[in-house]
């Protein structure tokens, strides 16, 4: 298996997996030298399949998804389905024409829709990009969601998330947990399904999880999902998160069209889905999943680091939601080993790669305290220096 990344030092390339691991141009700042490395690596070597792992990746395979289709074997959804999952506006209405309960949503066409819901609506309020990733000046940049809790910070956030991604959507802020229903689906049959909740997040504030844990699936939730992805006609894997409110109710969030980040847990739960998707596109016979093993926990390490980190050093200046607690985090961080609990990044005795996130972290983290001690001292020499001047 080659595995192809950006970065040399990506946790992957020492995975005990991979035998070939190429360094590539980024797919987000450099795609034409991304798309010039791509197919010319693929004309020189043979490969079976061709898989994107992340958004950026998955994207750019779907727009040159015929001229690779001539060198190599790519599973994708079909281009109309992914266009359905890829942007959340046209998510969420095929979600509310199907009768799926979504977020109350406000699409915005104009400044005058936004000045609306400015004036008419108290926050917490979600700001949320159509697409995860949008092309400007030839570059492709990630957009974060964003949350405004009055108008004036409405107006303000609106536009800044406007200005990379032009008119995302406006929702009502869901308080409540984190859910997903997860499905492979192959020539419009449901060949393995598996949901899990969400524990704790990368980042507090909403990100992708760094714990959670395998749950009993349930009925509605599933068949809810299923009519979604046939609706899309749906092909390969797909991710259907929701957000479980306190009064109970499952609200739509999005469709991910990719491999999802926590695959691990499924896997560690008893459905492995690369394998079953890798027979499944290969014509190999495939041995239905329809349960799985709750109770499961599977947890991010990396990612737990960057949360245990964000609580440490408080909410955002501008949060005006709860938000964990600094003793709580750190004593639950702390819980190394369980009956049921396993990793992300340590899993299936591949530890290295384990290894090189954190390691990887921790250099990050040493570079930034550097640099915030070296900005504390120019400040402080600054004063002294200005106040020798003055005397």
Known sequence: MTVASESPDASTRVSRHGTKFPICPSPLREPEAFRHWLFRTLSQEHFDLLVGMTDQTVFLLQEWREQLGQLVDVPLAPREAFQLAWDNAATVKLAQELGIPTPRTFFIQDWG??????????????????HSINCKDGMYCQVKVEYAFDAQMLRKKYALVHYDSPWPLIKEYVPGVGAACFFLRHQGKILARFQHQRIRETNPTGSGSCLRVSVAPDPALMEASERLLAAMNWEGLAMVEYRVGTDGT?????????????????????????????????????????????????????????NLESVLHGPPPDWRLPYPKRLPTLLQFLKFWGP???????????????????????VTLKRRIDGQLRRKFASRLYDRLRGAEVK
């Not at 829709?113 to 159509?130: F, K, N, W, Y």
């Not at 069209?257 to 290969?282: K, N």
């Not at 049921?340 to 290894?355: H, K």
Request: glycine share 10%; with cysteine; proline share 7%.
């Open 113 to 130: 829709d936004l000045e609306h819901v400015a004036q008419s609506q108290r926050g917490p309020l979600v700001i949320r990009p159509r």
């Open 250 to 306: 499952a609200y739509l969030i999005e469709v991910n069209p990719r491999p999802w980040g926590s695959i691990q847990l499924a896997i560690e739960a008893g459905v492995d889905f690369p394998l079953l998707w890798y027979c499944a596109v290969t014509g190999q016979p495939v041995k239905e999943v329809h349960s799985h093993r709750a109770g499961v926990y599977c947890r991010y390490l990396g990612g737990d680091l960057r």
């Open 340 to 362: 049921n609990l396993c990793y992300d990044d340590f899993a299936s005795g591949d530890w290295r790669p384990g290894f090189i996130e954190i390691l990887n972290y921790l």
